[in-house]
């Protein structure tokens, strides 16, 4: 059984930053591309950031600058590091992780809260 277990949100004043982290646990095939996807209340699901096998980035227009996701695959882990985080950061997120053949887990969800 794979399991994605997330750490790392909570809540944060206007201008911080957090850093969230993903691990994957139990027998997990050779991933792919990891991501992190958020979603607000009454908001679809929406891409924050990608990273794929070869370490090549891709972010949404609202944070481009500001969050840097990152992972380590000795670990089987992902980082989302968030800086200057807004109001409208605010949201449930979820990480993500692909292997090779296209199967993809998601992680249970942690919530982050940019208020002042």
């Known amino acids: 059984q794979v399991q994605l277990v997330e750490s790392g949100g909570g809540l944060v004043q206007p201008g911080g930053s957090l850093r969230l982290s993903c691990a994957a646990s139990?027998?997990?095939?050779?991933?792919?591309?990891m991501g992190w996807y958020r979603q607000a209340p009454g908001k679809q699901r929406e891409l924050v950031a990608s990273i794929t096998s070869t370490n090549w980035p891709n972010y949404a227009d609202s944070v481009k600058g500001r969050f840097t996701i990152s992972r380590d695959n000795a670990k089987n882990t992902e980082y989302l590091q968030m800086n200057s985080l807004k109001s409208e950061d605010t949201a449930v997120y979820y990480c993500?992780?692909?292997?090779?053949?296209?199967?993809?887990?998601w992680g249970q969800g942690t919530q982050v809260t940019v208020s002042s």
């Open positions: 139990g027998s997990i095939f050779r991933l792919n591309t």
């Open positions: 993500n992780m692909v292997n090779s053949v296209g199967y993809e887990y």
